[in-house]
């Protein structure tokens, strides 16, 4: 797992991506969008399905990338169906209410997280010098965090880096979480990685 130094790097790594994320989805929208990432943690499955819980009974709207190369894994931007209904009403400009998501809202939805999950990802690659090849996001609504998990669950060795999201959109505050999921051989290479990196700003 990691130390307390790598911690530290693989935040500000995440923070800058949002941060990134955020601009680009500025321009975009032509609206002020504010995306900051207050904590992050790093976990075990089962530390993280116990984390995630909350959201077990939530039809949950979620965004989900997989990449491959040296650091192989899968992201995921989640969103309660309340959230993800509010921040696509906030963007496609409608009243937020109960209606479904059509296929302009996951659309819209899905572009978010592209933007959101890439820059994050693209970070990791710049910071880390590493190639990384991603899919194409795919988009799943009423699916439960534990039916999200369970198809990794299956290799112990996985671990979740989970990092609260908090987007703020014309005075509106909406919540998400950015998962990060790593196999074993991944977080071996990304702890390596990471203190490649803490050396290099280091000066060492």
Do not use: W
């Not at 609260?164 to 959109?169: E, P, S, T």
């Not at 998400?176 to 702890?191: K, P, R, T, V």
């Not at 990685?193 to 290099?200: F, G, I, R, W, Y």
């Amino acid at each position: 797992m990691l130390n307390d130094l790598h911690r530290d790097a693989l935040t500000e790594i995440i923070n800058i991506g949002v941060g990134q994320a955020g601009n680009a989805l500025n321009t975009m929208l032509a609206m002020h969008v504010e995306l900051s990432v207050p904590e992050i943690k790093v976990l075990q499955m089962e530390e993280a399905q116990k984390e995630l819980s909350p959201l077990d009974d939530s039809s949950l709207a979620s965004v989900v990338l997989r990449f491959s190369g040296s650091v192989p894994g899968k992201a995921a931007l989640l969103f309660p169906p309340e959230s993800a209904l509010n921040l696509v009403a906030l963007l496609v400009q409608e009243e937020p209410g109960d209606t479904d998501l059509d296929s302009m809202r996951s659309e819209a939805l899905t572009e978010i997280g592209n933007i959101v999950l890439n820059s994050v990802l693209g970070n990791f690659a710049n910071f880390l010098h590493m190639d990384l090849e991603y899919s194409l996001p795919d988009f799943m609504f009423e699916t439960g965090i534990h039916d999200l998990l369970e198809q990794e669950a299956l290799d112990a060795g996985y671990a979740i880096i989970l990092a609260k999201a908090h987007f703020k959109v014309s005075q509106h505050s909406i919540a998400g979480d950015i998962l990060l999921l790593f196999g074993i051989n991944s977080m071996a290479e990304l702890s390596r990685l990471l203190d490649m990196l803490v050396k290099e700003q280091a000066g060492e």
